[in-house]
């Protein structure tokens, strides 16, 4: 499995943008659907982004499409999460997550038929209204 690593959450204004990005060490990173969760207080953690071992397909809970892009650059074992557009419902612990399976579909880590084996320590994102 791999271990991860969250940067770049923080406090911003309805509107604004941030980018998390996630690091990972360890084999076969290039092998892992890769995703993007979230748990807003008091809330349970939820699926955000999911992005293939691949790069080549994304999907994303319907709250954010068109505001939130995943990507991830394989030669330097990162993830990020290009977040837009941020609304105060955005609130929250954003987690990089790998999936537990390799060469897995992002539908599959999106609905929960497959989950993650590692997950980042998380990383705080604050939308103030």
């Known amino acids: 499995q791999v271990q991860l690593v969250e940067s770049g959450g923080g406090l911003v204004q309805t509107g604004g943008s941030l980018r998390l990005s996630c690091a990972a060490s360890?084999?076969?990173?290039?092998?892992?659907?890769m995703g993007w969760f979230r748990q807003p207080p008091g809330k349970e953690r939820e699926f955000v982004a999911a992005?293939?071992?691949?790069?080549?397909?994304?999907t994303y809970v319907d709250s954010v499409k068109g505001r939130f892009t995943v990507s991830r650059d394989n030669d330097k074992n990162m993830v990020y999460l290009q977040m837009s557009t941020l609304k105060p419902e955005d609130t929250a612990v954003y987690y990089c997550?790998?999936?537990?399976?390799?060469?897995?579909?992002?539908?599959?880590?999106?609905?929960?038929?497959?989950?993650?084996?590692?997950w980042g320590q998380g990383t705080q994102v604050t939308v103030s209204s």
């Open positions: 997550a790998a999936d537990s399976r390799v060469w897995g579909d992002v539908q599959d880590l999106a609905r929960g038929a497959s989950v993650p084996g590692s």
């Open positions: 360890g084999r076969r990173f290039n092998t892992y659907t």
């Open positions: 992005i293939s071992w691949g790069g080549g397909s994304t």
